[in-house]
């Protein structure tokens, strides 16, 4: 089973930027593909970007062109690039690992959060 620890959350202000990092132990990593999920008070967790076999990401609409997924194999980390940070990208941040074979829904493994929060 993978391991995941996320870093890098914080409180900035509208407009600025963060970069997340999750690291990956404990599994062979080339098996996973790994996600961003968040979770705003009083909501349901959504996911927000994903990688995909041969380096295809993905990113949910509200966050088209300011958020961006990538990874560092060398060293299993999987970064989340946050630019133009808006208040509603307020969220407990999550990193999510599945089997390459599954959908984004189908997670095997999560991390335990990093709080994200933009003042306006």
């Known amino acids: 089973q993978v391991q995941l620890v996320e870093s890098g959350g914080g409180s900035v202000q509208a407009g600025g930027s963060l970069r997340l990092s999750c690291a990956a132990s404990?599994?062979?990593?080339?098996?996973?593909?790994m996600g961003w999920f968040r979770q705003a008070p009083g909501k349901e967790r959504e996911g927000v970007a994903f990688?995909?076999?041969?380096?295809?990401?993905t990113t949910i609409d509200p966050v088209k062109g300011r958020f961006t997924i990538s990874q560092d194999t060398a060293t299993n980390t999987v970064y989340l690039q946050m630019n133009s940070l808006k208040p509603e990208d307020t969220a407990m941040y999550y990193c999510?690992?599945?089997?390459?074979?599954?959908?984004?829904?189908?997670?095997?493994?999560w991390g335990r959060g990093t709080q994200v929060t933009v003042s306006s």
């Open positions: 999510a690992a599945r089997l390459c074979v599954l959908s984004p829904d189908r997670v095997n493994a």
């Open positions: 404990g599994a062979t990593y080339s098996r996973y593909c």
């Open positions: 990688m995909y076999t041969g380096g295809r990401t």
